[in-house]
């Protein structure tokens, strides 16, 4: 499916950067959520959806939502886990059902009541039982703001890689190691749009090292992955959580943290690491 490239960057509150007294009001336990949630979310999007009216747009939302926990296994799973796979499952229903609207990619929709809702409306009863609300709504943020950044990535990725790269393998090669480099950074909890892009590029050369033998060039040459990281920043790749206060994608930062990283995750020749011949030769006479 043909991705729109994202345009105005939306207003809604940053997701891993909320704070709790910043979470919106979740719902209370025991009741019927989603037949609430989803209208509350269909009407802020409406405004801004060309292609589907209201009655189809809550109809296949609360669709997504229900379903995502079908597929779920309940028995001795942690509820961690539990809500990661949930939020999976549904943002990947939105992505591949909505996954040409502007307005998703720019965060303009938010849909973690929905997640909490889903969650306490399909859940079996004595997987939440005992939980306390707000360990509860800080899982569900943290599942939510992870689930929605990694599935609004991947179309931005799978239209760049293509642009640099050719050739099955080695498209897989670089797609692997761009996405767990972002996941890498991601986790790695920074809040600075610099730190995070070295941080991001670094890791993402370090993978691709690991899958090339040690010589990531030879997989992709550092002039490519220059143009590919410099696209994926142009094309609003940052978690948007870095990009809503105004701050601007640091392209400038790029050649040099590819060049510093191809520099730290190039394994030398074996030739090179032992040493010319001659000082080979001049330590074994000295036996």
């Known amino acids: 499916r043909r991705r729109r490239r994202a345009g105005a960057r939306g207003t809604r509150t940053p997701r891993s950067g909320r704070r709790r007294s910043h979470i919106p009001s979740m719902g ?3 009741e019927s959520m989603l037949a609430t949630a989803v209208p509350e979310a269909v009407a802020t999007i409406a405004p801004l959806e060309k292609e589907w009216d209201e009655a189809k747009l809550e109809k296949k939302l609360k669709e997504y939502f229900y379903k ?3 597929q779920l296994t309940f028995r001795g799973r942690g509820l961690p886990e539990l809500i990661n796979e949930y939020a999976d499952n549904a943002m990947g229903s939105i992505f591949a059902g909505l996954g040409d609207r502007d307005w998703l990619y720019t965060g303009q929709a938010d849909f973690l009541l929905c997640v909490d809702a889903g969650i306490k409306d399909t859940f ?16 569900v943020l943290a599942a939510y703001d992870r689930a929605f950044d990694e599935q609004r990535f991947c179309p931005i990725l799978s239209e760049a890689v293509p642009t640099v790269v050719s050739g099955p393998k080695i498209k897989k090669k670089v797609w692997n190691s761009i996405d ?9 909890g920074t809040s600075d749009i610099d730190e995070f ?25 550092p002039e490519l992955a220059v143009k590919l990281f410099s696209m994926l920043l142009e094309g609003n790749a940052l978690p948007l959580t870095l990009t809503q206060e105004g701050a ?10 590819v060049a510093a990283a191809y520099a730290e995750h190039t394994v030398a020749d074996e030739a090179e690491a032992a040493g010319p011949p001659a000082k080979r030769q001049k330590a074994f006479s000295a036996w």
Do not use: C, Y
Not at 180 to 188: E, H, I, L, N, T
Not at 198 to 210: M, R
């Open 180 to 188: 767990q480099g972002r996941k890498d950074s991601v986790m790695s």
């Open 248 to 257: 601007t994608a640091p392209v400038h930062l790029v050649e040099e943290a």
């Open 124 to 139: 079996p009863g004595h997987v939440l039982r005992g939980v306390e609300q707000l360990d509860f709504e800080q899982l």
């Open 28 to 30: 209370s336990w025991g």
């Open 197 to 221: 892009t070295s941080t991001w590029i670094n890791g993402s050369i370090a993978h691709l090292s690991e899958a090339s033998q040690g010589h990531p060039e030879a997989t992709m040459e």
């Open 68 to 70: 995502a926990s079908k």
